[in-house]
């Protein structure tokens, strides 16, 4: 499967973003999906994840209350609603695609990646 990320950009502490990524290639209801990310000097980190079908998701907590990750079968995009934004966010964000079942935390767990999207937080 095929991953393209967009939806990054420039944003006030505070502000919103919502990041999408649209899949292609396979059927994707298959996979289930994960929102990481990555700063300058720092290993990638999960920031959240849902199941196949959307009915599950999982937060890393410094994200809780503040992302929400959601899924459209029916387009083949996965969205990252990212709300509160503070300049830590600040990151390169990717998503992911697991062939596992569940919600999945660790980026060894994932099999397909996009080529990720900037964040960048201002003060």
């Known amino acids: 499967v095929q991953l393209q990320a967009y939806g990054g950009g420039l944003v006030q502490a505070g502000g919103c973003l919502r990041l999408?990524?649209?899949?292609?290639?396979?059927?994707?209801?298959?996979?289930?999906m994960g929102w990481f990310r990555r700063t300058p000097g720092k290993e990638r980190e999960f920031v959240a994840a849902?199941?196949?079908?959307?009915?599950?998701?999982y937060y890393v907590d410094f994200v809780k209350g503040r992302f929400t990750i959601s899924r459209d079968n029916a387009k083949n995009t996965v969205y990252l609603q990212m709300n509160s934004l503070k300049p830590e966010d600040t990151a390169v964000y990717y998503c992911?695609?697991?062939?596992?079942?569940?919600?999945?935390?660790?980026?060894?767990?994932?099999?397909?990646w996009g080529q990720g999207t900037q964040v960048t937080v201002s003060s």
């Open positions: 992911a695609a697991s062939r596992m079942y569940g919600v999945r935390g660790h980026d060894y767990e994932y099999d397909y």
């Open positions: 999408s990524c649209a899949a292609s290639g396979r059927t994707f209801s298959e996979y289930a």
């Open positions: 849902t199941s196949r079908s959307g009915s599950s998701t």
